[in-house]
């Protein structure tokens, strides 16, 4: 009787330790069940957007701006507007930007002259205001309905060690046509970039090195 309640007895240590075992594994198991595993959330990248005035191209047309070249870029078949223009003065040249609305993704048509002013002077401003070398550049089916021309030109911000000393305005005696003119310092090399959206048509005068 005692042998058999003694084994009794370690019967039941035996389940119940077994018991106690079997627990342990089912709290174990619940816990990770029960828990969320963290989420790794990726930081957010911000892309800067920037517009460059010049595309990295070739440009339409590159040249020592001598008197007697001419040269005719862009396209027909719709109307522009006049948006806006600009300068920048970088280290390696002077930057003339025309930006232009409506019409198509490219440029309307131009016309671009070099011309030595002495010889040829501005037939509205003639004078040695316009340096030794003028550029003469006339845009077709372009308006400026809403840009006040006038208010902008002409443009005369420029240092001494320049190579552009003056932008003003070109008469063309057409409605559908707008002319600028672009005083030169002297003969410099010319670069002529057709960007698109927006169109915009910009003149690089290079300095010397």
């Known amino acids: 009787m005692r042998r058999h309640l003694a084994a ?8 119940r330790g077994a018991v106690g075992v079997l627990a342990g594994v089912l ?4 816990g990770c069940g029960g828990s969320t595993p963290a989420q790794v959330v990726p930081t957010p990248v911000s892309f800067a957007s920037s517009q460059p005035s010049t595309p990295a191209a070739t440009p339409a047309l590159r040249t020592a701006a001598a008197p007697g070249v001419t040269f005719e870029g862009g396209r027909t078949g719709a109307l522009w507007e006049l948006a806006g223009f600009r300068h920048e003065l970088l280290a390696d040249r002077v930057r003339l930007i ?4 409506g019409g198509t993704a490219s440029v309307p048509r131009y016309a671009l002259r070099a011309v030595d002013n002495g010889a040829e002077p501005h037939p509205v401003a003639p004078g040695p205001l316009w340096g030794q070398v003028r550029v003469d550049l006339i845009f077709f089916d372009l308006y400026a309905r809403e840009f006040p021309l006038r208010e902008h030109f002409p443009v005369e911000a420029f240092d001494a060690t320049s190579p552009v000393v003056r932008v003003g305005l070109y008469p063309t005696f057409d409605d559908a ?7 030169l310092r002297r ?5 002529v970039y ?3 959206n927006p169109p ?10």
């Not at 009794?8 to 389940?15: F, M, P, S, T, V």
């Not at 003969?187 to 670069?191: D, F, I, K, T």
């Open 8 to 15: 009794l007895q370690g019967g039941g240590k035996r389940a």
């Open 187 to 191: 003969r410099a090399p010319l670069e």
């Open 27 to 30: 709290l174990l198991v619940a």
């Open 98 to 101: 025309w930006e232009m609305e």
């Open 194 to 196: 057709e960007v698109e």
């Open 200 to 209: 915009r048509l910009v003149v690089d005068v290079l300095r010397e090195p």
């Open 177 to 183: 046509a707008l002319g600028f003119s672009v005083g």
